[in-house]
């Protein structure tokens, strides 16, 4: 069940950021906190709330911001707290080549360790979040990223169970493991059909008597031959 706090649950300070048009806004980047923590687990929510003020301690103090950076953060436990809302452009994902990023995504920090996985937990608060607050206020803006793959990002942020937990599908009607399969289904299928692709580019270029087959295209082929299909 997904609990969502307010802004109070945590602070009595007011928010930061300008208001955000949603005229850019395309989805969410989702974010760690890239601490040196292993793992957080599922912690009390004054514990949760202490990180908070902590990290806009951090970024107000030390960066010079108006507010901590995140729009929302959701944490082990399955708790969505409200940090900047909706309403307001974020400080979490602008870099010097894409100077306009905080206004293509709302940003999610999700409390997840270095060596940790994000729970069952956060993962349906996170799904819920988006469908039932972000989408609601925002419609059609169905974009889902880590960080690190907004353009212009140079950072490892998140780590890859947070780039999982964005490439997981909404299943509404499926067990964890249910989704966890499908989301292997879908990987190897996607792998089959760009070896097929390239076995295709191949064969074109051969059937136009092109000499250029790259490197992978043969190699499709001659496992093809071999019959691999890994
Ligand atoms: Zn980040």
Known sequence: MTTYLPRSAWTSTAR???QLTGNQLVGLACHWPGSTTDAYGVETADRVAGR?????????????????????????????????????????????????ANHEFVGVLCIVGDRERPTSA???????????????????????RGHREVSGAQ????????????????????TPEQAAML??????????????ISIARAVVKLATGSDDITASELKAVQDAAAGKDR
């Not at 010079?64 to 900047?84: E, P, T």
């Not at 956060?122 to 889902?144: I, K």
């Not at 989301?183 to 097929?196: G, L, M």
């Open 52 to 100: 908070l003020r902590g990290w806009r301690a951090y970024h107000v103090e030390d960066r010079g911001w108006s507010d901590i950076g995140y729009n929302f953060a959701i944490d082990q436990a399955g708790r969505v707290w409200d940090l900047r809302g909706s309403a307001r452009v974020g400080a979490h994902s602008a870099s010097p080549s894409n100077p306009d």
């Open 16 to 18: 930061g950021g300008a």
């Open 155 to 174: 950072t490892a942020c998140p780590g890859d169970p947070v780039i999982e937990l964005t490439n997981t599908p909404e299943e509404t009607d499926m």
């Open 183 to 196: 989301n292997q289904v879908a990987r190897d299928t996607a792998y089959i059909r760009e070896q097929n």
């Open 122 to 144: 956060m993962s349906a608060a996170f799904w819920d979040f988006r469908r039932d607050v972000f989408l609601r206020r925002w419609p059609g803006r169905t974009d889902v």
